[in-house]
C-alpha cells in the first residue's frame, strides 16, 4: 500500500465515484424538467438562462463549497454523517443544550428515511421513463419496468453488495462521461448558454418572476441532493478521495449536462418535457436508457446501504429498539444487511412508486427532507467550530449564516410543496423522530425505574464474601445494562435456586460517543470471587461477546465458554399512572420492547449458554 500511494488513491477515488455520487449524479434525469413544470414555465431564452445561473450557483455554493470545502472537515474519527455531527456537536455541552443538540440531529437523521424512500423511486422511474421518449408507445411499460427494477434491488440485499459493489465505480465512471460528453456536444451547438454563470441572470429571473421564480427553487434544489452522501460516506472512502472525484470528474460532467440541456432548450423549446434523453441521438437511446437504469440503482443501493448505518448507529446510541444486524462481508464492517429495515423500506418505496406513478409527481414531493437535513447540518455544523474548533463567534457565524441563508431559502421554497405530496418525507421524518425519541425517553424511565430499587453492589459484594451462600463450579455472566447495583437476574437466581457460581462477572456493554473505540474491554476485580467487565462500542460497531471474551484472556480473565453461563433479565414492563411519558407514549414504548430482538441474539451469546429470568418492572 505504501508502495502505490498514486494507485491506492485512485482505487479509493474510483470507489468514491461508485458509492458516494449515485444520488447527485442522477438529478440531471428529471432536474430541468421539473424546474419548468412546477411554475408552469414557458422555455424562453431568459428563463433558460436564468433557470440554469440558479442550478450553478446553487451546486457551487451549497455542495462545492459548504460540503466539500467546510463540512467534510467536520469528522469524528474519520466517520461523517448527521448523527456524527451531532455526537461530535453534543461532546462538549451539557444540560438543555445538550438535549436541543440531540434532538436537532434526531429528527435531521429521521428526515433520512424519508429520503430514503423517495430517491429509489424518483431515480428508477425517472430512468425508465426514457422508454416514452423511445416510444410513445412504451409509456404502459414504465411502472411495470420500475417495479421489477425496485423488488430485484431490494431482494439482492441480502446477498451484500461487495461483488456488485465492484462495478459501481466503473459504471458510475461511464455514466459521468456519457453526460458530460452529452453536454458538451449539445453546448458547441449553442455556446450562448454558457453566459448563465453569470449570477445575474438567476438574479434578474427572480426578480421577473417573484413568487413563480420562488416554486422554481424548490425543483432547483433538486440538483443537490445526493449532496448530504459526500458527508455521510466520509468514514468508508475518506476526505480527499471525496474531494478529488467531486473536482475531476462529477461536477464537470453534472455542469455540462445541465448547460447542454439549456443548450437543447434553446434550439427545440419542445424538448422540455424530457430534455435529458431527448438530447441523445435516437440510436444511443437504448444503451443511455440501460445506463441510466444502472446508475439509478447505484444511487438507490447507496442511500438503502445509508439507512441500514443509521439504523445501526440509531441501535447502538439508544434511540431504536434491538433488531436483526447482518454481516454480509468478513472483510468490511460497514457491509450490513438489516431484514427489518429493508422489507419496511421496499413496501414504502412500492407504495410511494405505485400512488404517485411518475418522476415529475414524485418530484413534487422530493426536496423537504433533504432541505430540512441541510438546515440541521449548518446547525450543528456551527456548534462544532465554535465549541469544538474554537472558531471566533463573527467568523463561525459569518460563514454559518450564508449557508444558513442558502439552505432556509430552499427549505422554505419546498414547503410551498406540502399539499403536493410533500407532506410524505415529512410525515415520515416525524413519524421516525417520534419513535427513536419515545424509545430513548421509555430507555432512561426504565433505568430510573430499576435504580430506585436496585440494591448497592459494594455492601451485597461484601455480604455475599462473608456470608456466602452454596456456590458451584463455573463461571456466570450476569448482563446488565448499569454499572450501579445488583442486577435483577442475580437477585432472581440466589432468591430462587439459592446458588451461587465461584466466579462471577458483571458485564456492561457501553457506547461511546465515536464512531470506533480501540482499547476495548476494561476489567476490575471487585472482590476474591466478583469481577466487572464494561466492554465499550464505537456507534458504528456491532457488539460482539465472542470479542469481548478474547479481550479478557489478554487482561487475566479468561472464559471457558463450555463452563460460563449467561444470566440475563427478561423485563415485563408494566403500565402504571405513576409521572413518566405520556399513555400513548407509554404503550408505544410498551410495544417495541416487546417486539425488538432478544439480547441474546443482538450480542451473539451463545443460546446454549444462556438463561433468562423475568422481572416485572412498573413504569
Not at 422555455?43 to 460540503?67: D, Q
Not at 439482492?156 to 458538451?184: D, E, K, Y
Not at 445506463?291 to 442511500?303: C, G, H, W
Request: aromatic share 10%; hydrophobic share 55%; net charge neutral.
Amino acid at each position: 500500500m505504501q508502495e502505490h500511494p498514486k494507485h491506492s488513491m485512485a482505487a479509493t477515488t474510483l470507489g468514491a465515484i461508485g458509492v458516494v455520487y449515485g444520488d447527485i449524479g442522477t438529478s440531471p434525469l428529471y432536474t430541468l424538467s421539473v424546474c419548468f413544470s412546477i411554475a408552469s414555465l414557458a422555455p424562453t431564452p431568459a428563463n433558460i438562462l436564468g433557470i440554469l445561473s440558479l442550478i450553478f450557483w446553487a451546486i457551487l455554493l451549497v455542495v462545492t463549497i459548504k460540503y466539500v470545502a467546510f463540512i467534510l472537515r467536520a469528522d469524528n474519527n474519520g466517520e461523517g454523517g448527521i448523527m456524527v455531527l451531532m455526537a461530535l456537536a453534543r461532546r462538549y455541552i451539557n444540560g438543555n443544550a445538550k438535549r436541543r443538540i440531540v434532538l436537532l440531529g434526531l429528527f435531521g437523521a429521521a428526515l433520512f428515511y424519508g429520503d430514503a424512500i423517495i430517491t429509489p423511486a424518483v431515480s428508477v422511474l425517472s430512468a425508465a421513463e426514457g422508454l416514452k421518449v423511445l416510444s410513445p408507445a412504451m409509456a404502459e411499460f414504465v411502472l411495470p419496468m420500475a417495479i421489477v427494477v425496485l423488488v430485484g434491488l431490494f431482494l439482492l440485499q441480502r446477498f451484500g453488495t461487495a461483488s456488485v459493489g465492484r462495478l459501481f465505480g466503473p459504471v458510475m465512471v461511464v455514466w459521468f462521461s456519457v453526460i458530460g460528453l452529452m453536454g458538451f456536444v449539445s453546448i458547441l451547438h449553442t455556446p450562448h448558454v454558457l453566459v448563465a454563470i453569470n449570477p445575474w441572470y438567476g438574479i434578474r429571473f427572480i426578480i421577473d418572476h417573484g413568487f413563480g421564480a420562488f416554486l422554481t427553487l424548490g425543483a432547483v434544489v433538486l440538483a443537490l441532493t445526493g449532496g448530504e452522501a459526500l458527508y455521510a460516506d466520509m468514514g468508508h472512502f475518506g476526505r480527499k478521495p471525496i474531494q478529488h472525484a467531486w473536482f475531476a470528474l462529477v461536477l464537470p460532467a453534472l455542469l455540462l449536462n445541465y448547460f447542454g440541456q439549456g443548450a437543447l432548450l434553446f434550439r427545440h423549446a419542445d424538448a422540455v418535457s424530457n430534455p435529458f434523453f431527448i438530447m441523445a441521438p435516437k440510436w444511443a437511446l437504448l444503451p443511455l436508457i440501460i445506463l441510466a437504469t444502472m446508475a439509478t440503482v447505484i444511487a438507490s443501493q447507496a442511500v438503502i446501504s445509508g439507512a441500514y448505518s443509521l439504523t445501526r448507529q440509531a441501535i447502538q446510541l439508544g434511540y431504536c429498539p434491538r433488531m436483526s444486524i447482518l454481516h454480509t462481508s468478513a472483510r468490511e464492517i460497514g457491509q450490513i444487511y438489516l431484514p427489518f429495515v429493508n422489507w419496511a423500506l421496499l413496501v414504502a418505496v412500492l407504495v410511494v412508486t405505485v400512488s404517485f406513478g411518475s418522476s415529475d409527481s414524485l418530484a413534487a414531493a422530493y426536496g423537504i427532507a433533504v432541505t430540512g437535513t441541510m438546515v440541521i447540518t449548518t446547525m450543528l455544523f456551527f456548534v462544532v467550530a465554535r465549541i469544538n474548533w474554537h472558531w471566533p463567534l463573527p467568523l463561525a457565524a459569518a460563514i454559518t449564516s450564508v449557508f444558513l441563508v442558502i439552505d432556509t431559502t430552499f427549505f422554505s421554497a419546498n414547503l410551498l410543496k406540502l399539499l403536493h405530496g410533500g407532506w410524505l418525507p415529512l410525515t415520515i421524518g416525524l413519524i421516525v423522530f417520534m419513535v427513536m425519541n419515545t424509545w430513548k425517553l421509555g430507555r432512561e424511565l426504565l433505568f430510573e425505574r430499576i435504580h430506585e430499587h436496585a440494591l448497592p453492589l459494594e455492601s451485597f459484594i461484601e455480604n455475599i464474601e462473608h456470608y456466602p451462600p452454596t456456590r458451584v463450579q463455573g463461571t456466570a455472566v450476569f448482563l446488565t445494562g448499569t454499572t450501579h447495583g445488583v442486577p435483577h437476574a442475580m437477585l432472581h437466581n440466589l432468591k430462587h435456586n439459592k446458588v451461587l457460581h465461584e466466579r462471577v462477572v458483571l458485564m456492561t456493554i457501553s457506547t461511546e460517543d465515536v464512531p470506533y473505540v480501540s482499547d476495548r474491554v476494561e476489567i476490575k476485580q471487585l472482590s476474591s470471587s466478583f469481577w466487572r467487565v464494561v466492554a465499550h462500542y464505537g456507534f458504528m460497531e456491532t457488539p460482539d461477546i465472542d470479542d469481548i471474551v478474547e479481550a479478557g484472556k489478554t487482561q487475566g480473565l479468561e472464559f471457558d465458554l463450555m463452563d460460563t453461563s449467561f444470566f440475563l433479565s427478561r423485563e415485563t414492563l408494566i403500565s402504571t399512572d405513576r409521572p413518566g411519558m405520556a399513555p400513548w407514549r407509554e404503550k408505544l414504548f410498551l410495544w417495541m420492547s416487546k417486539n425488538a430482538l432478544r439480547a441474546t441474539d443482538f450480542f451473539q451469546i451463545p443460546t446454549n449458554r444462556v438463561v433468562e429470568l423475568g422481572a416485572q418492572i412498573e413504569l
